[in-house]
């Protein structure tokens, strides 16, 4: 198989693999960034600990390494538009948004889930760098969550019973 090809074969299989979705925000300065994240996960328990993998070009990835802090805001069903909005680039994302500061960083206004983390650690890993965070706070709302799959966005549905 070509590299080309190989290449497209393994971005059809992640686009198979159902996600979450969450927008993953920062504190640079006094201004607030955020960027939509699917790629997070739940990493330790002992302690908490969740991580983040953000592509090296990324502004927020920049943004997380100066203030050695991140937000993890879990989106439900009804903000696509919210997780749109933050897969876009510039200064621009946070206008119009309802957010608040939350252990002194950005939540978004009605998400399901918060974490607000302490960078332990960054990992390189290809073109994008994963960030191993320190759960500080945690909070949540019994709200059904958003999914990404197959380039579309969605959300999750009981089959077992
Ligand atoms: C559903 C979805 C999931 C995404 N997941 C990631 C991800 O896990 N990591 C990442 O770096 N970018 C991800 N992106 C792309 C970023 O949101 C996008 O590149 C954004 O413009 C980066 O903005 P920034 O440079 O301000 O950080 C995702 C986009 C979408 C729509």
Redesign the pocket.
């Known amino acids: 198989m070509t590299r080309p090809a190989f290449a497209e074969q393994f971005r059809e299989v992640m686009s198979g693999v159902c996600?979450p979705?969450s927008v993953v925000t920062a504190l640079d300065g006094t201004r607030p960034?955020g960027?939509?994240?699917?790629?997070?996960a739940s990493l330790s328990m002992d302690p908490p600990m969740v991580l983040?993998?953000?592509?090296r070009?990324?502004?927020?990835?920049a943004a997380v390494r100066r203030a050695g802090r991140f937000g993890l805001n879990v989106l439900e069903r009804r903000q696509a538009e919210l997780?749109?909005r933050?897969?876009?680039?510039?200064m621009a994302?946070f206008d119009g948004v309802t957010w608040e500061l939350e252990d002194d960083l950005p939540r978004l206004a009605g998400s399901s889930g918060w974490v607000a983390c302490t960078v332990e650690k960054f990992i390189e890993g290809g073109d994008?760098v994963v960030a191993l965070g320190l759960v500080e706070a945690a909070d949540s709302r019994p709200l059904a969550p958003l999914t990404?799959h197959a380039r579309t966005f969605g959300t999750h549905a009981r089959t077992d019973g």
């Not at 960027?35 to 997070?40: E, K, L, M, P």
């Not at 983040?52 to 592509?55: E, M």
């Open positions: 996600t979705v960034h960027t939509t994240v699917s790629a997070f983040v993998s953000l592509d070009t990324s502004d927020l990835l997780a749109k933050f897969a876009r680039k510039g994302k994008h990404y």
